[in-house]
């Protein structure tokens, strides 16, 4: 139902310059398709098939010291409208009845209906224009403010018949006169935001007269509650020019509450044939529903302390990762756990009075020693309890119950690594305590026995190390499910890799030294990887002062021992500033060799696929997507959702810090797919995130920076084909404060990332500093 009314909400005094202006037949869209095809979209999809794009433009009443007279530029006003297409457009200084008829009479004829009052006869009424075969309006009023100079302004509830949702919308002309006029327009607009809006999502439009950090304009962002209002420019660039080509101030603003996120905003700074249509320029933003959710206020367990750990671990078993707190400062240090609800809140359990501490020196470890699917709790410190590591078992209910204080295997020395790997294969986090200084330097296994115990099984004679130089891996190369170990020490046995293959009860056997794959120099660096896809770890040796730097394959043969394969002679490096990645980008399970030194072969990946036969064949020195910069950063995701790493290059200081994406062919090479002008930053301060927000299976591209665009997080979806789509400006856990952590990570257990927010300085939503934040992505 449609109702009138005429809302007047303040009498001050306020004199205004009445402004409007004319149009040519304006594009309809195929809207019947728009509408008809959202049962083939997916609901991300539908969001971008279905955005609605805004528009605010200050058309200038007629003037006759003007360069032309709105007669004269009533063409080139429509034609504005004509190339953006908006869907919905607000325009101010519409005060000319002659031009009210004649652009009434081109809007309707072009598919648009509207909304204006001018019965209260305060300055010039303020249209709203909107596709009639798109949105039906529900509602609609128009205010008065009668200050120095007389203002109105005018809101619409539209139902957008594409999605069913419905969108709060005002337009308004401010004054002139001073900023304390402005302040006084700006609470009306916000009351009758709030008393009108009906909690639907709001866009405020208009010409302000108000300038970027104005106190009217800090008015306006607090529609609704604190900071709840986001300017889709950034607050910044000009809008108003006076008739040439150089703005001067920004007066247009275009805002909108942040259950919408926007894919574009732009200020139309086009002229026809030298002639411009308005004194102002139009702007435009294009919306969409929010990526992320309203969000939750995670107040229990929050903290403003740099002391505070948190951490993720699935602790009852039910699939979905619980938040455990700890600060040594608080609560005399108890572990704090707070169950996951699965709607982004968290639910305190206990306060572990029997597994806390109160010292920095302690460590805890969170993995499943019972093998029942929950994270069990592991406490060391090495100058309490002698050092003894106390396992508290997970109950499923968020608390921990004492376990032991193992007396065999613990350590009171600094200098002791605690490994927690299942080497039995059976599905629990077994222990390995390794101390140079201590039993001959012997790894000591104890086996989980599943009940938050271990048992000690051996003091392993044949594979310890008292150097301080040794380093011990921790990996699958038989391929039975079991965590082998395998030993390293440049300065013993020739540098040679020993491997000892996991019996399944917590002892290791001699396997072999092997003589063909190790190293005395302590420039070697080996790698554990997949190369021959059948599911056991191969060693990867590489020392750039060693035979010509080439990198040396050795597959695992299933017994414990490596198989010489090649000293791969097209793809080595002698030199330090080297990088080798390794990543299945054919898609076919095996690790391939990705090379890249940026003063060598101009700065080119260079890509050598791996044949299953631990060779890697010489595929292609990229010549695009290489780099001679130690700036440049590269990324390797399946953007494209085909089970293929692709390649990213980033470096601020190229390519004007653009993204550039190279599909991997699946051949080993990488084909070109975009210099991505839409979510590049010239920025080293900028965070990039490579992650899938929308659960297709593609990994999508976040982009934060706290210095830039008010610290919003821009999304860009991955189309699958190696391109991104526009920015999405996600409007919620935005922050401009470089303390503030993101996590991305699925929370609610849809398949989705989720967006995770803290920052201990901040008080969110009014609640205590150091509260979290969570939004769940694409709940609109």
Not at 86 to 94: A, K, N, R, T, Y
Not at 554 to 581: H, V
Request: net charge negative.
């Amino acid at each position: 139902m449609i109702n009138m009314r005429l809302f007047s909400i303040l009498i001050v005094s306020l004199a205004f310059a009445g402004c409007k202006s004319e149009l040519i037949q304006l594009p309809t869209d195929n809207d019947a398709l728009l509408l008809n095809r959202n049962a083939m979209l997916s609901p991300q999809q539908a969001d971008v098939a279905n955005a609605i794009k805004v528009m605010s433009f200050n058309i200038r009443h007629h003037d006759a010291n003007d360069p032309q007279s709105l007669d004269e530029r009533k063409g080139i006003i429509l034609q504005t409208i004509t190339d953006n297409n908006p869907d919905i457009v607000g325009l101010q200084e519409f005060a000319d009845n002659w031009f009210e008829t004649w652009m009434q009479t081109q809007m309707t004829s072009a598919g648009y209906d509207y909304y204006m009052n001018e019965s209260a006869g305060f300055g010039s009424p303020k249209v709203i224009f909107y596709k009639s075969n798109r949105f039906t309006r529900l509602d609609e009023d128009t205010f008065q403010i009668q200050l120095i100079q007389n203002r109105s302004g005018s809101w619409v509830i539209l139902l957008d018949n594409a999605t069913n949702k419905e969108y709060f919308v005002c337009n308004s002309h401010w004054s002139t006169e001073s900023s304390s006029e402005r302040v006084a327009t700006a609470n009306v607009v916000k009351d009758v935001v709030e008393q009108h809006s009906q909690g639907l999502p709001v866009i405020v439009f208009g010409d302000f007269n108000a300038k970027p950090g104005t106190p009217e304009i800090s008015i306006i962002k607090n529609i609704k509650g604190s900071n709840n209002m986001v300017c889709t420019h950034s607050e910044s660039g000009p809008t108003f020019h006076g008739w040439d080509a150089t703005g001067t101030s920004k007066l247009d603003w275009i805002f909108c509450s942040r259950d919408l996120a926007y894919i574009n905003s732009k200020v139309i700074t086009t002229s026809y044939n030298g002639n411009w249509p308005s004194d102002h320029w139009a702007i435009t933003a294009t919306f969409i529903p929010a990526i992320f959710d309203g969000g939750h206020y995670d107040t229990n367990g929050i903290s403003a302390s740099a002391n505070t750990r948190y951490y993720f671990a699935d602790v009852t078993g039910d699939g979905v990762e619980e938040k455990i707190y700890w600060n040594p400062t608080y609560d005399s240090g108890h572990t704090r756990v707070y169950k996951s609800n699965g709607n982004g809140t968290f639910t305190f359990l206990n306060s572990n009075t029997n597994g806390g501490s109160e010292s920095n020196s302690t460590t805890f470890y969170f993995a499943d020693v019972t093998g029942d699917g929950k994270a069990d709790q592991i406490y060391w410190n090495p100058t309490f309890d002698s050092g003894q590591p106390r396992v508290y078992i997970a109950n499923g209910d968020g608390t921990f119950s004492w376990s032991n204080s193992n007396t065999h295997g613990g350590s009171e020395s600094n200098s002791t690594t605690f490994y927690f790997a299942d080497v039995t294969g059976d599905g629990k986090a077994d222990k390995i305590y390794w101390n140079p200084t201590f039993d001959s330097g012997h790894t000591r296994v104890y086996i989980a026995n599943g009940d938050g115990t271990f048992s000690w099984s051996n003091s392993n004679t044949n594979g310890g190390s008292e150097s301080a130089q040794t380093t011990f891996y921790f990996a699958d190369v038989t391929g039975d499910g079991k965590a082998d170990k395998i030993y390293w020490n440049p300065t013993f046995d020739s540098g040679l890799t020993r491997v000892y293959i996991a019996n399944g009860d917590g002892t290791f056997s001699w396997s072999n030294s092997n003589t063909n794959g190790g190293s005395e120099s302590a420039h070697t660096t080996f790698y554990l990887a997949d190369v021959t896809g059948d599911g056991k770890a191969d060693k990867i040796y590489w020392n750039p002062t060693f035979d010509s730097g080439l990198t040396r394959v050795y597959i695992a043969n299933g017994d414990g021992t490596f198989s010489w394969s090649n000293s791969n002679t097209n793809g080595g490096s002698e030199s330090n500033s080297t990088t080798f990645y390794f990543a299945d980008v054919t898609g076919d399970g095996k690790a391939d060799k990705i090379y890249w030194n940026p003063t060598f072969d101009s700065g080119r990946t260079r890509v050598y696929k791996a044949n299953g036969d631990g060779t890697l064949s010489w595929s292609n020195s990229n010549t695009h997507g290489g780099s001679e910069s130690n700036s440049t950063t590269f990324y390797f995701a399946d953007v494209t959702g085909d089970g293929k790493a692709d390649k990213i290059y980033w470096n601020p200081t190229f390519d004007s810090g653009h993204t550039r994406v190279y599909i991997a062919n699946g051949d080993g090479t990488f084909s070109w797919s975009n210099s991505n002008t839409n979510g590049g930053s010239e920025s080293a301060q900028t965070t990039f995130y490579f992650t899938d927000v929308t659960g297709d299976g593609k990994a999508d591209k976040i982009y934060w920076n706290p210095n830039a665009y008010l610290g919003k997080l821009k999304l860009y979806r991955s189309k699958g084909d190696g391109t991104f789509d526009d920015p999405i400006y996600s409007l919620r856990g935005t922050s401009q404060s470089s303390v503030t952590q993101f996590y991305f990570a699925d929370i609610n257990g849809d398949g989705k990332a989720d967006q995770i927010r803290w920052n201990r300085e901040e008080s969110p939503g009014g609640h205590d500093q150091g509260t979290l934040k969570n939004y769940f992505s694409y709940q609109n």
